[in-house]
């Protein structure tokens, strides 16, 4: 599976008022420096000690959103 990994605080950047809160993010264990990563279907994924946990998901045109913003593509 494709994946874009960012920093919470890109993530924070990225989401839109429909989707995740910043208080979710918080909630969810996300800080500033916290590596998350994005799948081709929006699940929002957050790297924890010994995997990932899927916190949310983005919806509508995240796609250009969230390459716009990194500067990366999937991989």
């Given amino acids: 599976m494709a994946f874009i990994e960012m920093t919470g605080a890109t993530l924070d950047r990225i989401i839109s008022e429909d989707e995740l ?41 995240f796609e250009d959103r969230v390459k716009i913003e990194t500067g990366l593509d999937w991989a």
Avoid at 30 to 41: G, K
Avoid at 45 to 59: A, F, N, P
């Fill in 21 to 61: 809160h910043h208080d979710n993010l918080d909630e969810a264990g996300v800080r500033e420096t916290t590596i998350v990563r994005v799948n081709r279907q929006g699940d929002i994924e957050v790297r924890r000690r010994e995997g990932w946990d899927v916190i949310g998901g983005l919806i509508g045109d």
